[in-house]
């Protein structure tokens, strides 16, 4: 099937047919709905990765590297953690093929399904004890399946949403595929809270932590019937073809845009090292050097995640305003002097933890609001959707695929304040970067 035609693949057509798009005077989408779709979407794989990445701190460490001391077996886990952001491309360029050949509708199930199908298998990993090294073989190998599979679930919504803005409220658009993040993990961080209270600790040992694994298939079920709804109509198939934003081969993609594809890709690493600087990496800290229990600690990320969907959605309108870079540039500049003394509160007590918390999320807010596909525009329409998708693929990778095992070494060697010196590094990586596309811009002005 050509990639710029209707989609007629046999699941398209049953999907279409279960939500009427056939049907004379079906519904048409429009931007609201768009948003929906993009919210529950991202949110749906932003609690997958919390789902994770809590259980990789809380869980993996005493299940599958109980021979090693616990910041060993932290630093292991973080590793076989960091293997879905390596496989993010991989699966870039799989479901890229699918998508030319199959169409839209086709890679997004498929995608998804082996999303939510290496996450549910997550749940049945079995103990050190009981299968040895294969224990963390196959840990690594689901994990890697939910990179391929992340990969694969880029649909171009969160482009399609920005390009059919109002030219004055493109950061008013740009924040809401954002809002995914804080809302995944206050459901996961209220989740493991719960199971934890709940449960004696031989038993959430046990099987509780297994529980999580299986909502995420569920939500990601959701997730699927949600945005196939809009992907599978005729209407978004029209949008894509008049917006240019088809797929096209990666390789020509790689050779035309490299320039963009460099700078994209590290334009966003200040938001994306203090991402997990104030999700994954704390909870690491707190649970392997303080007293504090990981329930609180839970709670207080809830609240933070909060305040940042409230500082994302303020993004919009200062975007709206000041320009998105700018206000990239500023969150960076911000980020930089935050990382100069903020880790240490980590070591200050309940209180201290709390205020890291606040202010992480509160700047995390603010930049991570425009961080996603900042520099999109500058693609070639026919090169958008493809050179976007390798972009973000990148830029997690470089700037929060390792983030929690770097963090968590250098201040188990070095103290906090060499975590703060790492979040420094990714708020210079941003400001250079968009140095540099300022200097390439007046170039080619």
């Known amino acids: 099937m050509a990639a710029d035609t209707v989609p007629t693949t046999e699941v398209e057509r049953d999907a279409r047919a279960l939500h009427g798009a056939d049907e004379p005077g079906a519904h048409r989408i429009d931007p609201a709905e768009i948003a929906i779709g993009v919210i529950i979407g991202r949110t749906s794989e932003f609690f997958d990765f919390f789902v994770y990445a809590i259980a990789s701190v809380l869980v993996f460490p005493k299940l599958v590297f109980p021979h090693l001391d616990p910041l060993t077996g932290t630093l292991w886990s973080f590793a076989i953690f960091a293997l879905a952001f390596v496989a993010r491309p991989v699966g870039t360029i799989i479901f890229t093929a699918i998508d030319r050949a199959y169409g839209r509708g086709a890679k997004l199930t498929v995608a998804l399904f082996l999303l939510g199908g290496s996450t549910a298998a997550i749940a049945f990993v079995p103990s050190y004890e009981s299968a040895g090294i294969g224990a963390a073989l196959l840990l690594a190998l689901f994990r890697m399946g939910q990179g391929v599979a992340l990969g694969g679930s880029w649909d171009g ?61 569920a939500i990601n079920v959701v997730a699927l019937f949600a945005r196939l709804r809009i992907v599978v109509t005729p209407e978004y198939a029209e949008l894509f073809e008049n917006r240019a934003l088809q797929p096209a081969p990666l390789l020509e993609t790689v050779r035309s845009e490299w320039k963009t594809i460099v700078i994209g890709t590290f334009a966003p690493l200040a938001s994306f090292a203090m991402f997990h600087m104030v999700t994954v990496y704390p909870l690491s800290w707190v649970f392997l050097f303080t007293d504090e229990s990981p329930v609180r600690f839970l709670m207080i990320e809830a609240i933070a995640a909060v305040i940042g969907i409230g500082t994302i959605i303020a993004s919009g309108a200062l975007a709206d305003r000041f320009g998105r870079r700018t206000l990239l540039a500023a969150t960076a500049a911000a980020i930089a002097a935050f990382s100069g003394f903020a880790p240490q509160l980590l070591d200050a007590g309940e209180i201290g933890e709390a205020t890291f918390m606040i202010l992480g999320f509160a700047l995390l807010g603010l930049s991570f609001g425009q961080s996603s596909g900042a520099l999109s525009s500058n693609f070639q329409p026919r090169h958008r959707y493809t050179g976007s998708a390798f972009t973000s693929d990148l830029a997690w990778l470089f700037g929060a695929g390792f983030a929690p095992m770097v963090a968590l070494w250098l201040s188990s060697q070095f103290g906090l304040i060499a975590a703060g010196a790492y979040l420094l590094s990714g708020a210079i990586g941003t400001l250079v970067a968009l140095w540099l596309n300022r200097e390439l811009a007046s170039t080619i002005g």
Do not use: K, T
């Not at 206050?186 to 932590?209: H, K, R, T, Y």
């Open 157 to 217: 919504l969160a482009s399609l949403l920005a390009l059919n803005a109002p030219e004055n409220r493109r950061g008013w658009y740009a924040m809401i595929p954002q809002l995914g993040a804080p809302l995944g993990l206050i459901v996961a961080s209220l989740l493991f809270m719960f199971l934890i209270s709940a449960l004696p600790a031989e038993d959430f040992l046990a099987w509780g932590w297994r529980y999580p694994f299986f909502v995420a298939f």
